[in-house]
């Protein structure tokens, strides 16, 4: 029989959410709340955020955190004033590294070039963009806010302002979409020259006005056309890509995100917030969500966690495979056994050679690696592992 592995702490992120927002887009799961021309609670809200963070500071100890990411909503609806105060909170309450990536979302809608250099000033150094298309009929289409001029603003903003990086998310498979359309977008995003691309393909999630009222989305294969003639597009242009809907140019992939999908730990505060810790001390890894709603969350008679539970022996190997398994570099074994604490008798061989078969994943005695075809069949990968 062998051994139990130990248990070991993978790199540690944290991740601040900010839940309000212009207007709600009909295509959007997140938690997320219109504002609906009110004023923000932007300085109780920031005081709750380092509260919860103090609260959840004790399950992570000294241990330095790599990254932050403040998403939304639209986090740039806040102040550049009021995101200082809260990263200087931060890094009195958590060991922060110096160096530490800091991502910040952003609405077109909401930037000009003095609001985004007090943003880095503040000390943010990387800025993502809600683009999702650079077409009207698109935007109008998607509920978008903003205009086309300004979603080309943005980028040419984002060069000036001394940001270490900044990303463009971009959507496909729109309404009323044709590949001209799904190129002329990425061809728009590569003149503007960033460093890093998110592009992905629009889906209909519950809860959500796209699913009471469902558009009429592209056919199978004309999105498997996007994405094949989208690909070679974006890699002519020097883009790599690393993970299933990420593309950055070299070096300038997103170690946040990279966190996440290697199945790394991270810290979650602010309304309806997901996080995942690693506690060596009786060897296991929890999760915890914090309380949904804004009123709720910010009632101090209360905690801020909703919930904190424990990830079982059994649902480890497909947490660990439905994360790493969207990169686009092999998998290693070791990582498995580390940030699990199973041994590799967990993925049993014959679900391995079904894979293998399939030609959804190949094997050598340090990695996994998934292919092309895994890749576009991820869903399929993971029924087969488990």
Known sequence: MSSIPVLKYPPLSLYIHIPWCVQKCPYCDFNSHGQKGQVLPETEYISHLLDDLAEDAVLVGKRPIHSIFIGGGTPSLFSAKGIGILLKGVKERVNLLPDAEVTMEANPGTIEAQRFADYVSAGVNRISIGIQSFQPSKLKALGRIHNEKQAQNAAVIAKQVGLNSFNLDLMHGLPKQSLDDALFDLSTAIEQKTPHLSWYQLTIEPNTQFHSKPPKLPEDELLWDIQEKGDALLQAAGFQQYEISAYSQAGQQCQHNLNYWRFGDYLGIGCG????????????????????????????????????????????????????????EPCPKQDFIDFTGQNLDKVTANNLQKAIGRGLLTDTPEHWQVTTLGRRYLNTLLETMI
């Open 273 to 328: 917030a997901h996080g995942k810790i690693t506690q060596l001390e009786n060897n296991h890894i929890i999760r915890t969500v914090k309380v949904k709603h804004p009123k709720g969350y910010m009632d101090l008679t209360r905690s801020y966690t909703y919930e904190s539970n424990e990830v079982t022996k059994e649902d480890l190997p497909f947490e660990f495979f439905m994360n790493r398994f969207r990169l686009i």
